[in-house]
């Protein structure tokens, strides 16, 4: 089969058929050598062939942080690229042809020939290689110092041409990776550099350009639905005013959100109107009352501490503020309590209950308990404050970057929130956190006066215990790359349980 590879990849086949010790070895280069350079530009080569983009700068320090401190090699980052889920959502559908095609676009800039095509593609298909071995190949042969012709050495030149421009975006968009078309951008900055000097200097100038645009305006920074991708635990990061025209859609009103978020050299400031980024109120929910702007401010340490015991939340705080304002407020008011007048056939009462006192409370989120909350998680107290039980629905997605979901906001300990997703360090995957509670098996006993009876569902929070079987701990939180925070889980307790540091006395009601 190597007498049918075209020109410049007849070297790089030994790459494939060898296996993956010298895939490993030609990527390693000698890893206790490698420069911290040397290392950024290989990892922005896996981010534009793989992903056919410029890095982040957070993805690329990431990446490059692992491997010199010798977690990761160069060989199972590049597989982990293919693992991403904005790999499989560019990728997942295409055919190999298909497939073969678009990594030569993206390093190469040019189609691949038929002969290489057919190679590449079978390859593919018989299931001697994966994509990311495919890169690996292309970036070899291209780099081979003993390789030589005119396509050689062009191929050289617009692969190193590319990195220099993601280079020079990811230096300069550090700070600008929230805005909400980044990853686009940094789809484009590298797409028509080709050979030529003058692309390279087009590419920048649009960049420069792209850059002026996103300079933070004299007023407000509209959030309107925005997803974010900062993962910067640290509150200074989000230091701005933001606004929002949304709409509360069963009355056909509109409202203005507004957030400031101010700092100082130990804590952050946020202050909120209480209304979300967000339109709210569809269809779906059964508001007990109106929303209403509540103003409201909150103190984030920039470095939160642990406590020495974890605590419980309660209903007298506010358990944390998402970054658009809005409070997470994950204890409901109702429980079992059959001899209340407002009860239902069940025995349960929607309001009136002491979390501390009563037991059997009712879980928000549980299906069929009915607090009429809209799409985002979300209804309202009697003041009118428009508050989460769970996942905001906002904020994030299920796309997350390279190190995971973004931070959505702060607990009231002051330690991040996440999104869904995280880095997980055994697999280099990015995939959903889980919740270490399990659903209790069997049957709560006999109904009584003080016991719903029936089997364990969910219902009630009692319905769950702590199992440690998942990723998280008792409070919904772990450490990921040094960085404690709580996860947005897809059971309970959703968001977080209990607080592992020192609660602030601002998120008191």
């Not at 890095?55 to 977690?71: N, R, V």
């Not at 690229?81 to 190469?108: A, D, H, K």
């Amino acid at each position: 089969m190597t007498s049918n590879v075209p020109g410049i990849f007849k070297r790089s086949v030994r790459y494939i058929l060898l296996g993956a010790v010298a895939l490993a070895s030609s990527m390693s280069f000698g890893q206790e050598q490698a420069t911290r350079d040397q290392v950024e530009r290989q990892i922005q080569e896996l981010y534009i062939g793989i992903l056919g983009r410029a890095a982040a700068q957070t993805g690329l320090d990431y990446w490059t942080d692992q491997i010199l401190e010798g977690t990761f090699t160069l060989e199972n980052t590049r597989a982990s690229f293919t693992e991403q889920v904005e790999y499989v959502s560019i990728y997942g559908s295409l055919s190999n042809t298909e497939l073969v095609t678009t990594l030569y676009r993206n390093l190469l800039e040019r189609e691949p020939a038929a002969a290489g095509l057919a190679y590449w593609v079978q390859e593919l298909d018989e299931g001697r290689i994966n994509a990311d071995q495919m890169v690996n190949a292309i970036i070899n042969a291209v780099q081979d110092e003993d390789a030589s012709g005119s396509q050689v050495s062009e191929d050289r030149l617009v692969l190193s041409n590319k990195v220099d421009v993601a280079e020079y975006f990811t230096s300069l968009a550090a700070d600008y990776v929230s805005e909400g078309d980044f990853i686009s951008v940094a789809q484009t900055v590298v797409a028509d550099v080709t050979a030529s000097a003058d692309s390279v200097l087009a590419a920048t100038e649009f960049i420069d350009e792209v850059l002026a645009e996103w300079e933070l305006p004299d007023g407000p920074v509209d959030v309107y639905d925005v997803i974010l991708t900062d993962t910067n635990a640290d509150c200074a990061s989000y230091s701005n005013d933001y606004q929002a025209s949304v709409l509360d859609i069963q009355r056909s009103l509109g409202f203005e959100m507004s957030v400031s978020i101010s700092v100082d050299d130990d804590s952050c400031e946020l202050l909120s109107n209480s209304i979300p980024n967000h339109d709210f109120n569809d269809a779906s929910a059964r508001f007990a009352t109106d929303v209403a702007e509540i103003q409201r401010t909150f103190r984030l340490p920039r470095d939160p501490v642990f406590a020495n015991t974890a605590t419980e939340i309660s209903q007298q705080y506010y358990d944390a503020v998402m970054l658009n304002g809005v409070v997470l407020d994950l204890l409901s008011a109702g429980c079992y309590n059959p001899n209340d007048p407002m009860a239902d056939q069940d025995g349960n009462t929607p309001i009136g209950c002491n979390a501390n006192l009563d037991d059997w409370l009712l879980d928000p989120l549980a299906e069929g308990n009915g607090f009429g909350t809209d799409s985002h998680n979300a209804h309202t107290q009697p003041d009118g404050t428009y508050h989460y039980h769970g996942n905001p629905m906002a904020l994030f997605d299920e796309h997350p970057g390279p190190e995971g979901s973004p931070v959505i906001g702060f607990a009231a300990d002051g330690f991040p929130i996440f999104g869904s997703y995280f880095l997980d360090p055994d697999t280099g995957m990015v995939r959903k956190a889980e919740s270490g509670y399990t659903l209790r098996a069997g049957s709560r006993g006999t109904r009584t006066n003080t016991n719903p009876g029936g089997d364990f569902d969910g219902t009630y929070v009692d319905d769950w215990i702590f199992t440690d079987a998942g990723d998280l701990d008792e409070c919904n939180g772990m450490t990921v790359n040094g960085q404690y925070g709580y996860f947005v889980t897809d059971t309970y307790p959703w968001v977080l349980k209990c607080l592992k540091g020192e609660v602030d006395t601002s998120f008191r009601k």
